[in-house]
């Protein structure tokens, strides 16, 4: 069972991007999926979760600039950040309960990590 996370890259401030989180040969069991972000020198924070009937939480400082989505039948959370600033400049990782089934154990699994840079 795998997460995989993409969509990072280089933006300048002010700039968008969309980051996807999505279970690879597994689903996402009734649990939140959860974006962190860690930037050099720091620890692992949250950035945003998702339950799996769609209620958010956010991270005092992307409220009103971030989102969070998700698509059960994709097994596919998504970030939509806007207005990114450098502060943002970060790997961002995803984290999630998977089963290879419904009827498997679940197993609580971290994506690779996406690295987002904000700079002009």
């Known amino acids: 069972v795998q997460l995989q996370a993409s969509g990072g890259g280089l933006v300048q401030p002010g700039g968008s991007l969309r980051l996807s989180c999505t279970a690879s040969g597994s689903i996402f069991s009734n649990h939140a999926v959860t974006w962190y972000r860690q930037a050099p020198g720091t620890q692992r924070d949250m950035v945003a979760l998702?339950?799996?009937?769609?209620?958010?939480k956010y991270a005092d400082s992307v409220k009103g600039r971030f989102t969070i989505t998700r698509d059960n039948f994709r097994n596919t959370v998504t970030l939509e950040m806007n207005n990114l600033k450098p502060e943002d400049t970060a790997i961002y990782y995803c984290?999630?309960?998977?089963?290879?089934?419904?009827?498997?154990?679940?197993?609580?699994?971290w994506g690779q990590g996406t690295l987002v840079t904000v700079s002009s």
């Open positions: 984290y999630a309960s998977l089963r290879k089934t419904p009827q498997a154990p679940n197993q609580w699994v």
């Open positions: 998702i339950t799996p009937g769609g209620n958010t």
